[in-house]
Each structure stands twice: as C-alpha cells, then as structure tokens.
C-alpha cells in the first residue's frame, strides 16, 4: 500500500516563489557589500558575513552583511561568501540556517538545496573544517596593516569633520 500526499499546487508554487526572492535579496547584499567595502581592502580577496537580526519591534529580522577579512566563527542563522575584487567570483564557504529550518533542507524537499545541506552537515560534524582558515587568506600583518590604515583614516575623517564644525561656528561669527 502507497502512503498519498495531496499536494496544493498553489501554496507550493507560492513557498518556491518566496524561496527564489530571498535568493535575489542575498544577491543584491552581497554585492552591495562588495560595492561598499572599506576602500582600505582595494581588491584584495575579502568575507561577506551575512547574519540575522531581530529588529527594534522583536519580530522581523533583516540579514547584516559586513565585509571581513578574517574568517569569522561558524553559526547558525549565517552565510559566509568570500569576494575576489576586481572579478565577479564569489565563493559560498557557508550558507547555515535557524536550526528551526533545517528539517526544509532535506534531501527530497522543495527547498532542498545542496550548499546549505552540506554547510548544515559541516556545521553539526565538522565545524573545525567549516571554520579554517582558506589557502588565500591574507597574512595576519598584512590584515593588521590594514585594519591599522582604517582606524587612522576613521580618526582623521572624525577630525576633519570636527575641524569643519568649528570654521563653521567660526563663520557665524560665534566664539
């Protein structure tokens, strides 16, 4: 005897369809992230860590995208994809759910999909592996070099910023 699932077509298309636009959401922070890196990288290889947020209202939740250049710690409810600038190559290290979620991504289901199968597997097994460093990552001084040249350039613009308020003052002729 056969177990019968009744399928509506309708909800089904209408979940498929949701899956797809959250696909397109991604793309477009992603590449935002990628357009609005700190000009410091230049078009060295950097991460795109990608995490939920619960928003002010304890609700909604809207995905951070931050550029790296170190690998970040592994986590449910993130993706993780490495930009190589001036190209369009992106490489997905990871793409973890809410655990809640996980049971979607099973093989046979409508949001199966095989990056976040492997990623949720990784995640559960073989987090040390998910979490190395990759062979292009950039040196440790050559990082610090970096993050030391956007602390100066941050601390100048926040002088110059405040320089400009008191010419400003200065104009109006208070003292």
């Not at 793309?27 to 609005?36: L, P």
């Not at 290889?45 to 690998?71: C, M, S, V, W």
């Not at 199968?117 to 062979?135: A, G, M, V």
């Not at 990082?143 to 400009?164: F, G, P």
């Amino acid at each position: 005897m056969m177990n019968e699932i009744i399928i509506d077509r309708l909800e089904t298309h209408d979940r498929l369809l949701e899956f797809k636009k959250q696909g397109d959401t991604v793309a477009k922070g992603v590449q935002d992230c990628i357009n609005n890196r700190p000009e410091e990288f230049k078009n060295y290889p950097f991460y795109i860590f990608a995490h939920a947020r619960t928003a002010e209202n304890g609700r909604d939740k809207r995905l951070i995208y931050q550029p790296r250049l170190r690998k970040p710690k592994a986590q449910t409810n993130s993706m993780l994809f490495k930009a190589y600038p001036p190209t369009d190559k992106i490489k997905i290290i990871w793409m973890i759910p809410d655990r809640a979620l996980w049971p979607n991504f099973k093989q046979k289901m409508i949001t199966e999909q095989a990056e976040v199968s492997r990623s949720i597997h990784q995640f559960q097994y073989n987090r040390k592996e998910l979490e190395k460093n990759e062979p292009d990552d950039l040196q440790d001084e050559l990082i610090n070099q970096i993050y030391t040249e956007m602390a100066i350039n941050q601390k100048a613009k926040l002088l110059k910023k405040e320089a400009d308020k008191i010419q400003r003052i200065k104009n109006m002729g208070i003292t």
